[in-house]
């Protein structure tokens, strides 16, 4: 099965429990194709924990969920040794960071400390507990979901956390008519709490995924985009409506996207379209806007178009 093949296959089945999130969703498989991370923003409602259930059933992939609150320590997380009375030793118990797809839901409403537990899994594929070195399954995936940090109870992520992200998407509320659909396949009997109910099946397993990423590793990069990505991004960090700009670390993910979003259509060499399609989402929460620029009422997203507007495209 080719990477578009799997594309088009996992798009059909997802269609039958989400609807009007196909671009989203398509993001979400380049971001696992690729081994990035994706953070969600958007309010409560808009498919955000169904979207990563839906897409861990597809690939056959364990997957557990972690509700972030102010309480949540990073032993919650991560694991820790605890001491059983019977044996008079040190057990292992290991957290809910040790699966392959780990819905952290709500990030934003726990405190930096424990955000910051998922740093060396998201960056190493691995944990320390106690100076234990445990690696993390493969695939491993973190789909991590935020209110909008104008909601009462939310911190800020880390700028070192969100450097972890490979995409920051921004879900709105479904269009009408989409909402309309919705409606029908509730009142049609479905639930999204059961969403195996609906006939979803897995269209990947371990195999076909390692064969994808093999293809997005032979995509064809011309030395004029891999200028362009970079221009693109140092470009961010003159650009006087920004604070700060993007890292080394963003052209890398912005060229790794780029080959997998190539791959998904059916191409086997990068065009410039792919880069601007994904610019907003690799930089977005990579960059940081002066606060002239927010009083203005620019968004991170306006800032990386004038951005795009001035760097010219290779022919």
């Not at 971001?31 to 259930?53: D, N, R």
């Not at 897995?202 to 004029?224: H, K, N, T, W």
């Not at 690799?282 to 009422?297: D, K, T």
């Amino acid at each position: 099965m080719t990477t578009q093949q799997l594309a088009a296959a996992a798009r059909a089945e997802a269609g039958k429990v989400l609807v009007g999130q196909d671009e989203a969703f398509d993001l979400l498989m380049v971001a696992l194709l690729t081994g990035g991370h994706v953070l969600l923003e958007g309010a409560p409602g808009t498919a955000k924990t169904l979207m990563a259930k839906t897409l861990a059933l597809l690939v056959r992939a364990e997957f557990k969920r972690v509700q972030f609150t102010p309480d949540l320590m990073p032993s919650d997380v991560i694991g820790t040794q605890v001491f059983e009375l019977g044996s008079g030793q040190f057990r292992l118990r290991k957290g809910p960071i040790f699966t392959q797809v780990l819905l952290g839901d709500e990030i934003n409403r726990a405190p930096a400390k424990t955000q910051s537990s998922l740093l060396e899994a998201m960056e190493e594929r691995q944990v320390t507990i106690e100076g234990q070195r445990l690696v993390l399954p493969d695939p491993f995936f973190v789909v991590a979901t935020q209110n909008p940090v104008e909601y009462e109870g939310t911190y800020p992520l880390p700028e070192a956390q969100l450097d972890r992200f490979l995409f920051k998407l921004l879900l709105d509320y479904a269009p009408p008519a989409a909402e309309v659909e919705v409606l029908r396949r509730y009142h049609q009997g479905f639930d999204a709490r059961r969403i195996e109910d609906a006939g979803l099946r897995p269209v990947v397993g371990p195999d076909e995924l390692a064969a994808c990423r093999s293809e997005i590793r032979a995509v064809q990069v011309e030395e004029g985009i891999l200028g362009y990505i970079s221009a693109i991004v140092q470009a961010t960090r003159r650009s006087q409506d920004l604070a700060l700009g993007a890292s080394t670390r963003a052209s890398v993910a912005l060229l790794l996207a780029s080959k997998a979003l190539a791959a998904l259509q059916g191409r086997a060499y990068v065009v410039p379209d792919d880069v601007k399609t994904l610019a907003r989402p690799v930089l977005r929460h990579r960059v940081i806007l002066r606060p002239e620029a927010e009083i203005e009422g620019l968004t991170a997203d306006n800032a990386i178009g004038r951005v795009l507007a001035r760097v010219e495209v290779p022919r």
